[in-house]
Nanobody, 124 residues
Framework: QVQLVESGGGLVQAGGSLRLSCAAS??????MGWFRQAPGKEREFVAA????????QYADSVKGRFTISRDNAKNTMYLQMNSLNFEDEAVYYC???????????????????WGQGTQVTVSS
């Protein structure tokens, strides 16, 4: 049974940092990614990584502030988020792709499994 479990969300002051984790179990994947969804908005792409080769993609809004990484041995993906601002406040979802090819996909429908989400709240 595939499980994706996110952790690391919480309350942070504007300008601060958080690190999200996504622990995958049940199998390995070709790629994994982070998406986020704010109230009243569609789920949007944040970052993705191809698991074997490590290719990365980022949304323009987070480039230079967020870093995606993975630990193959732990089958865990991370998202280091720095310089957080109010526009980053959302529920963050981990996603996994089991379909070939191993690309850091940018679109919701390109992922096969999803975590339950973790809330990131930015305060002034």
């Amino acid at each position: 049974q595939v499980q994706l479990v996110e952790s690391g969300g919480g309350l942070v002051q504007a300008g601060g940092s958080l690190r999200l984790s996504c622990a995958a179990s049940g199998r390995t994947f070709y790629a994994m990614g982070w998406f986020r969804q704010a109230p009243g908005k569609e789920r949007e792409f944040v970052a993705a990584i191809a698991w074997s080769v490590g290719n990365r993609q980022y949304a323009d809004s987070v480039k230079g502030r967020f870093t995606i990484s993975r630990d193959n041995a732990k089958n865990t993906m991370y998202l280091q988020m720095n310089s957080l601002n109010f526009e980053d406040e959302a529920v963050y979802y981990c996603a996994a792709r089991e379909t070939y090819p191993p690309i850091p996909a940018l679109v919701v429908v390109q992922y096969d499994y999803w975590g339950q989400g973790t809330q990131v709240t930015v305060s002034s």
